[in-house]
């Protein structure tokens, strides 16, 4: 390995026993460059000489002492991205210049409370659906038009940045005043990126289509009756679909100024169906059971229905967390994936009958699901789930399905070892769907190390072939994408590139 330390960002958090703040929770504040080859010490396995693209992370990562309370999502973003080229692999790590991180750089203290705090404690008015919480860009990263770009959950900028290098390009222009929500999504087939946003005034929620020239050329309403928390989105290669949940902020606190988030078991869960490029006109809403996802799997055409996969919360409001430290309980509830038992599960639309069925897929706790991004919108057979550790929001290992055998296999990562999102990177020139590896980086809280490991797809059950160990540990994070070199112009800015 060579390794360069190119920045080191000043902290100024007190010693402290917050539990997302520790373990593989503990924030780093070191950027990165560093070259792997197959023969170095860091290398165990083989870096593949048949994989070209790059694997980008995102994560919250705390930089200045919180004011008041500390949830993981306030965490400013910091992206760690790993290229493969040729048998050799390129490793680097940057926050981002959002401007939240300049601002509280230059006053060198937090400027904004989070989102357990009230608004009257940030210091300044801020971004997003919540209006006061700082937009860290730290939720969620997708490629398009050559660039990452990355989002925050509550709604924010869309920030730029090369996926090689993590040179940092601003804001994109696209963007509409009331932000973009984490997970855009893009279509690799035709370019579009589509995105949508919510806010706490009417319509409440909008819905977007960025070109593949990183123009905007769509943008309409969503109406909604309230404010409402919609996290994720999905898309066939004709419709988009968007989500109206009964979880959402209760609304007498609303007008105290207070957001505290609540389920409506008594209420539908509605999507709506949007032609790609429609008028809200053409929107088409469909009823099904109460729950709360927090993340879609994959959706697709099938004769007159629409089918959606994702992960459907048995307990969308849990109660509080078992011994938790106090004013933490309810966040530490939220977080722990073990209560609130998202299980794989299937939407069918029928747009002749304008009727929901819905079927469940497996009866384990299963979230942040990947699968091979060819397949996008269409068809496919096999889905990538994170196994999280029950207590936590953490991953300690991956299941793969076979959708149409039924069946799955799992690996798990090891005794305190703890995985992030894991993406499926195809082999050049792959002919079928799971011809690749799945990309993950790896905390190991014995070792003190982190890691990232390449999984063939195809023997999940068997585990990494490769394990790369990273200059330092890194904070546990939360959404990934792969990013294949052809679909972002060759990978001509690759540091690798010959
Ligand atoms: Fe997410």
């Given at each position: 390995?060579?390794?360069?330390?190119?920045?080191?960002?000043?902290?100024?958090?007190?010693p402290?026993?917050?539990?997302?703040?520790?373990?593989?929770?503990?924030?780093?504040?070191?950027?990165?460059?560093?070259?792997?080859?197959?023969?170095?010490?860091?290398?165990?396995?083989?870096?593949?000489?048949?994989?070209?693209?790059?694997?980008?992370?995102?994560?919250?990562n705390?930089?200045?002492?919180?004011i008041?309370?500390?949830?993981?999502?306030?965490?400013?973003?910091?992206?760690?991205?790993?290229?493969?080229?040729?048998?050799?692999?390129?490793?680097?790590?940057?926050?981002?210049?959002?401007?939240?991180?300049?601002?509280?750089?230059?006053?060198?203290?937090?400027?904004?409370?989070?989102?357990?705090?009230?608004?009257?404690?940030s210091?300044?008015?801020?971004?997003?659906?919540?209006?006061?919480?700082?937009?860290?860009?730290s939720?969620?990263?997708?490629?398009?038009?050559?660039?990452?770009?990355?989002?925050?959950?509550?709604?924010?900028?869309?920030?730029?940045?090369?996926?090689?290098?993590?040179?940092?390009?601003?804001?994109?222009?696209?963007?509409?005043?009331?932000?973009?929500?984490?997970?855009?999504?893009?279509?690799?087939?035709?370019?579009?990126?589509?995105?949508?946003?919510?806010?706490?005034?009417?319509?409440?929620?909008?819905?977007?289509?960025?070109?593949?020239?990183?123009?905007?050329?769509?943008?309409?309403?969503?109406?909604?009756?309230?404010?409402?928390?919609?996290?994720?989105?999905?898309?066939?290669?004709?419709?988009?679909?968007?989500?109206?949940?009964?979880l959402?902020?209760?609304?007498?606190?609303?007008?105290?100024?207070?957001?505290?988030?609540?389920?409506h078991?008594?209420?539908?869960?509605?999507f709506?169906?949007?032609?790609?490029?429609?008028?809200?006109?053409?929107i088409?809403?469909?009823?099904?059971?109460?729950?709360?996802?927090?993340?879609?799997?994959?959706a697709?055409e099938?004769?007159?229905?629409?089918?959606?996969?994702?992960?459907?919360?048995?307990?969308?409001?849990?109660?509080?967390y078992?011994?938790?430290?106090?004013?933490?309980?309810?966040?530490?509830?939220?977080?722990?994936?073990?209560?609130?038992?998202?299980?794989?599960?299937?939407w069918?639309?029928?747009?002749?009958?304008?009727?929901?069925t819905?079927?469940?897929?497996?009866?384990?706790?299963?979230?942040?699901?990947?699968?091979?991004?060819?397949?996008?919108?269409?068809?496919?057979?096999?889905?990538?789930?994170?196994?999280?550790?029950?207590?936590?929001?953490?991953?300690?290992?991956l299941?793969?399905?076979?959708?149409?055998?039924?069946?799955?296999?799992?690996?798990?990562?090891?005794?305190?070892?703890f995985?992030?999102?894991?993406?499926?990177?195809?082999?050049?020139?792959?002919?079928?769907?799971?011809d690749?590896?799945?990309?993950?980086?790896?905390?190991?809280?014995?070792?003190?190390?982190?890691?990232?490991?390449?999984i063939?797809?195809?023997?999940?059950?068997?585990?990494?072939?490769?394990?790369?160990?990273?200059p330092?540990?890194?904070?546990?994070?939360?959404?990934?994408?792969?990013?294949?070199?052809?679909?972002?112009?060759?990978?001509?800015?690759?540091?690798?590139?010959?």
């Amino acid at each position: 390995m060579t390794a360069e330390l190119v920045e080191t960002i000043r902290t100024t958090i007190q010693p402290n026993d917050h539990p997302y703040m520790k373990d593989a929770w503990r924030p780093t504040y070191n950027e990165w460059n560093a070259i792997f080859a197959n023969g170095d010490a860091e290398v165990i396995g083989t870096i593949p000489d048949d994989i070209d693209g790059v694997y980008v992370r995102t994560g919250e990562n705390q930089i200045h002492e919180p004011i008041g309370r500390y949830h993981p999502f306030d965490g400013d973003g910091f992206i760690h991205a790993i290229s493969f080229k040729g048998g050799r692999a390129s490793y680097r790590s940057r926050f981002v210049r959002t401007k939240g991180f300049e601002a509280e750089k230059e006053a060198g203290r937090s400027l904004w409370a989070g989102l357990m705090e009230p608004p009257h404690k940030s210091t300044r008015h801020g971004w997003g659906a919540q209006e006061w919480l700082k937009d860290s860009s730290s939720t969620d990263v997708a490629i398009h038009a050559g660039k990452i770009i990355s989002t925050f959950y509550q709604c924010g900028e869309a920030y730029r940045l090369d996926p090689f290098t993590l040179e940092q390009f601003g804001t994109e222009s696209w963007v509409p005043l009331d932000g973009i929500s984490a997970h855009c999504k893009v279509d690799l087939a035709t370019g579009e990126l589509m995105f949508f946003n919510y806010s706490k005034h009417a319509p409440y929620m909008h819905y977007g289509v960025v070109g593949a020239d990183n123009r905007l050329k769509h943008y309409i309403p969503v109406p909604l009756a309230g404010p409402r928390l919609p996290h994720d989105m999905a898309f066939t290669e004709n419709y988009t679909i968007l989500n109206d949940m009964p979880l959402y902020w209760n609304e007498e606190l609303l007008e105290r100024k207070l957001h505290v988030v609540q389920f409506h078991p008594d209420e539908k869960t509605r999507f709506a169906i949007i032609p790609r490029h429609g008028q809200p006109e053409d929107i088409r809403w469909f009823e099904a059971e109460p729950t709360y996802t927090l993340h879609w799997l994959n959706a697709w055409e099938e004769g007159d229905e629409i089918i959606l996969d994702g992960y459907y919360q048995e307990e969308p409001m849990p109660k509080s967390y078992p011994n938790a430290p106090e004013g933490l309980e309810r966040m530490m509830a939220y977080l722990d994936q073990g209560l609130l038992k998202p299980r794989l599960h299937r939407w069918r639309f029928n747009l002749n009958t304008g009727k929901t069925t819905e079927q469940r897929l497996d009866d384990r706790d299963l979230e942040f699901g990947m699968f091979n991004h060819r397949y996008a919108g269409k068809p496919y057979r096999y889905a990538y789930s994170a196994i999280p550790e029950p207590g936590w929001f953490l991953f300690r290992g991956l299941v793969k399905h076979d959708l149409n055998a039924g069946t799955s296999e799992e690996y798990e990562f090891g005794p305190g070892r703890f995985g992030s999102e894991a993406p499926f990177a195809p082999r050049i020139d792959a002919k079928d769907e799971d011809d690749g590896y799945l990309v993950s980086f790896i905390a190991d809280l014995e070792t003190d190390t982190s890691e990232c490991v390449l999984i063939d797809a195809k023997n999940v059950a068997a585990g990494p072939v490769c394990r790369i160990i990273l200059p330092e540990r890194i904070c546990s994070g939360t959404h990934t994408v792969w990013a294949s070199g052809d679909d972002i112009g060759m990978g001509k800015n690759s540091v690798l590139a010959a």
